[in-house]
């Protein structure tokens, strides 16, 4: 799940705009990724700002699990 300026990605599947109770299906993938080894993982992100394009966009992103994680604030710039 995801969310950006008012859409949610849900399921890695669907987009949704709860205040219009609009949704789209996403098409599949143009290419296919074969299961994922031990350690490698996706993520679903969108990217929406209706201030510069009415329309939003949804990445796939693979990474490899190192086992450390930490949270950080990004400073404002």
Do not use: Q
């Not at 290419?31 to 929406?48: M, R, S």
């Amino acid at each position: 799940m995801g969310h950006c300026n008012g859409l949610l990605l849900l399921f890695s599947l669907l987009v949704v705009n709860p205040a219009t109770r609009r949704w789209v299906s996403l098409p599949l993938l143009p290419c296919h990724f074969p299961e994922l080894e031990f350690g490698f993982f996706d993520k679903e992100c969108i990217v929406f700002d209706p201030t510069i394009s009415p329309h939003y966009e949804v990445f796939k992103i693979l990474f490899v699990n190192t086992g450390r994680y930490s949270v950080e604030r990004w400073i404002p710039s």
